[in-house]
C-alpha cells in the first residue's frame, strides 16, 4: 500500500495570518485529492477537494492548488484562526478505488 | 448529509476478549466502507476495504483472523478485533463512500480501544 506511518511535521502561525500546507502524492495515476482536517481524539472532517482536471480550486478561506508535474498538492488557509489548529491530511485516490493519506501537518495557530 | 456514526466511541477491555465496532452510513447508501487504524501522532493507515456483501479486501500486514469484517448492509460494517491484546490498542476509524458519486469519504468519529 502506499499509506506513510511517519511522525507528523509541525507549523505553527500566528492568528491572522495565511497558513500553507504542503502534500506530496504518490501515484502518478490518481484523479482526486481531498484535503481534511482532524481535531485530537475525533475522525477526519472533509475540507475540500480537487480533481486532477484542475490547477485550482477555492473554497471558504482555503484555496487549494495540485500541480501534478511534481505530484504537490498545498491547502493553503486564510486569515488562521485559533480554530483551524488541528491536524491537516491530503488524500490521493483513483475514482472508484480506496484513499491513500499523506502523512499529515500540526497546525498550531498562536493567538 | 453525509453522516457517518461509530459505535462504541471508546472501549477498555482485558486481553484476549473480542471487540466489535460498528460504522453506520446515516443518510446515504455506502456499498464500500473502509476501516483505519490510526496510532499517536501519526496519519491513517488503511486496514481493510469492505464491499457489501462480500468479503472484505485486506491491506498487506492486518491479519483477516483478527481483523474480522462484515458488510451485511448497505449501511452497516462491523470490525471485530479478536483476541485483542495491548498492541492492538489504537483509534479505529471507519469511512463510507455514497455509492451514487462513487468518490468523496465521509469519516465516522472513530473508536478509541484501550486493551489492558
Known amino acids: 500500500g502506499e499509506n506513510v506511518g511517519l511522525h507528523l511535521p509541525t507549523l505553527s502561525v500566528q492568528e491572522g495570518d495565511n497558513s500553507i500546507i504542503n502534500c506530496a502524492y504518490s501515484n502518478s495515476a490518481s484523479d482526486y485529492f481531498i484535503w481534511y482536517k482532524q481535531e485530537s481524539g475525533k475522525g477526519p472532517q472533509f475540507i475540500i477537494d480537487i480533481r486532477s482536471n484542475m490547477d485550482k480550486r477555492q473554497g471558504q478561506r482555503v484555496t487549494v492548488l495540485l500541480n501534478k508535474t511534481v505530484k504537490h498538492l498545498s491547502l493553503q488557509i486564510a486569515a488562521t484562526q485559533p480554530g483551524d489548529s488541528a491536524v491537516y491530511f491530503c488524500?490521493?485516490?483513483?475514482?472508484?478505488?480506496?484513499?491513500?493519506f499523506g502523512t499529515g501537518t500540526s497546525l498550531t495557530v498562536i493567538p | 448529509g453525509a453522516v457517518v456514526s461509530q459505535h462504541p466511541s471508546r472501549v477498555i477491555c482485558k486481553s484476549g476478549t473480542s471487540v466489535k465496532i460498528e460504522c453506520r452510513s446515516l443518510?446515504?447508501?455506502?456499498?464500500?466502507m473502509f476501516w483505519y487504524r490510526q496510532f499517536p501522532k501519526q496519519s491513517l493507515m488503511l486496514m481493510a476495504t469492505s464491499n457489501e456483501g462480500s468479503k472484505a479486501t485486506y491491506e498487506q500486514g492486518v491479519e483477516k483472523d483478527k481483523f474480522l469484517i462484515n458488510h451485511a448492509s448497505l449501511t452497516l460494517s462491523t470490525l471485530t478485533v479478536t483476541s485483542a491484546h495491548p498492541e492492538d490498542s489504537s483509534f479505529y476509524i471507519c469511512?463510507?463512500?455514497?455509492?451514487?458519486?462513487?468518490?468523496?469519504?465521509?469519516f465516522g468519529p472513530g473508536t478509541r480501544l484501550l486493551v489492558l
Open positions: 488524500a490521493e485516490n483513483i475514482i472508484g478505488n480506496q484513499f491513500y
Open positions: 443518510d446515504f447508501q455506502a456499498t464500500t
Open positions: 469511512s463510507a463512500r455514497d455509492w451514487q458519486t462513487q468518490e468523496t469519504q465521509y
